[in-house]
């Protein structure tokens, strides 16, 4: 559900008539905090989360906002260092894993 949720939000944005900048901002604003939202209560596997980042950029090179062969990192890199500033999903989901480990050691004892 929150897979097909994500995938149909970022299909929609791409559809728009946005330029390549907005349309990245607007995957990071809006259907990555979709995910992020359920880090924390379903279980998912790594490999679950690398298949989101592939599925991104295989919808990302199908909407042309991305070269087939073009460097993956640097969809990742910020824009101000020169890449595209496509939040990575797997770090999103580390870190989001790290804080709540950290919140329930601090808060819970």
């Known amino acids: 559900m929150v897979r ?3 995938m149909m939000m970022m299909m929609m944005m791409l559809k728009s008539a946005l330029n ?10 809006l259907a990555v905090p979709v995910l992020s939202y359920s880090f924390g209560i379903i279980n998912w596997r790594l ?6 980042d592939r599925k ?3 919808v990302l090179t199908v909407y042309k906002l991305h070269y087939p062969r073009g460097d993956i990192d ?3 890199v910020k824009r101000k260092g ?4 496509l939040l ?11 804080y709540i480990a950290e919140y329930l050691s601090t808060k819970c004892i």
């Open 20 to 29: 390549a900048k907005n349309k990245i901002t607007v995957i990071g604003a």
């Open 47 to 52: 490999e679950e989360i690398r298949q989101f």
């Open 82 to 85: 020169g890449g595209r500033g």
């Open 88 to 98: 990575q999903i797997e770090v999103t989901f580390k870190a989001a894993i790290m």
């Open 74 to 76: 640097r969809l990742y």
């Open 56 to 58: 991104t950029r295989k």
């Open 4 to 6: 097909d949720r994500r």
